[in-house]
């Protein structure tokens, strides 16, 4: 019986590598070359690392560096949690999750006290990684917590259980700096920024730096600037490089190394429902979100 064209297109992604490295800053800047080392199995799991993964701006890579560099975390033998904290629910779809059949999601999670975190993760594909979903009624919370005494600490008390279950926990941010963004901010340890490399996507970072700077002040005084992530890198483009020096030039201890290129594989993962990692586990986007990963709990942003 002949394949059907989504088995061999699964297929023809597992057996091929059209990139032969992962493109880096350093190496596109000609800087010194950094080496990531290699990252020891964790042998204990306790006190999670919460990072929210944050830009008003849309379509910039923000879900699919969440559940990709959650998978990359578990193959390390991090205990990953995503939590979809976006009303367009891209996360929960990218993991093949049908929102029209959900039992509950974050939302319930958010307007209702009586409700428990472990009634509500999901299992996905990837071993060691869970999620909580969420759906286009989570659009209504900002108004539903407008009277809620504390309302930007609801997503930190809803956390509080498990963070002795997990390592990481990941949370996709909506494209806005409203209350629920500020939410997210008040419950994590730290943000990563991913930041297309195009002109335009420079102009919103300063008010994402005042909306963390506030949050510090406020609500969350241990709120670190984990990283910005350049993300879409055009390796045949003069102008994907000159956005890349800028963007060091105005964070030039914040930048990560590893850069995320554009390929027509992470498209290909929504549609399939599962990350890269195991979509296309030899292609250069799997190799870019494991080496984040290493770089990531290198420099001290996770365990």
Known sequence: MAKGS????RFD???????????TTSGVLGLPLKEIPDIPLLTEHHGATVISVVNQKG??????????????????????LLIDFDP????????GVSTRQLDGSIYNLMMD????????????????????????????????????????????RILEPVLGDYDVILIDCQPSLGLLTVNALTASDGVIVPLECEYFALRGVALLADI???????TNPDLKLTGILPTMFDRKTVHSREVLERILEAFPN????????RTVRFPETTVAGEPITTYASSSSGASSYRRLARELISIGGTK
């Not at 367009?88 to 993991?95: R, T």
């Not at 914040?254 to 290129?261: E, K, L, Q, R, S």
Request: aromatic fraction near 2%.
């Open 6 to 9: 989504s088995e061999v297109s």
């Open 13 to 23: 992604a597992k057996s091929t590598n059209r990139d032969d490295e992962v493109a």
């Open 59 to 80: 379509g910039v890579g923000k879900t699919t560096t969440t559940i990709n560099l959650g998978a990359a975390l578990a193959e390390l033998g991090r205990r990953v």
């Open 88 to 95: 367009q629910h891209s996360l929960s779809v990218g993991l």
């Open 113 to 156: 006290e009586s409700t428990h975190i472990e009634d509500f993760l999901l299992k996905t594909s990837v071993p060691g990684m869970d999620m909580i979903p969420s759906h286009e009624d989570l659009a209504g919370a900002e108004g539903g917590l407008m009277n809620v005494i504390a309302r930007e600490k609801v997503l930190k």
């Open 212 to 218: 963390i700077g506030k949050v510090q002040k406020n």
């Open 254 to 261: 914040h930048v990560f190394d590893t850069i995320i290129a």
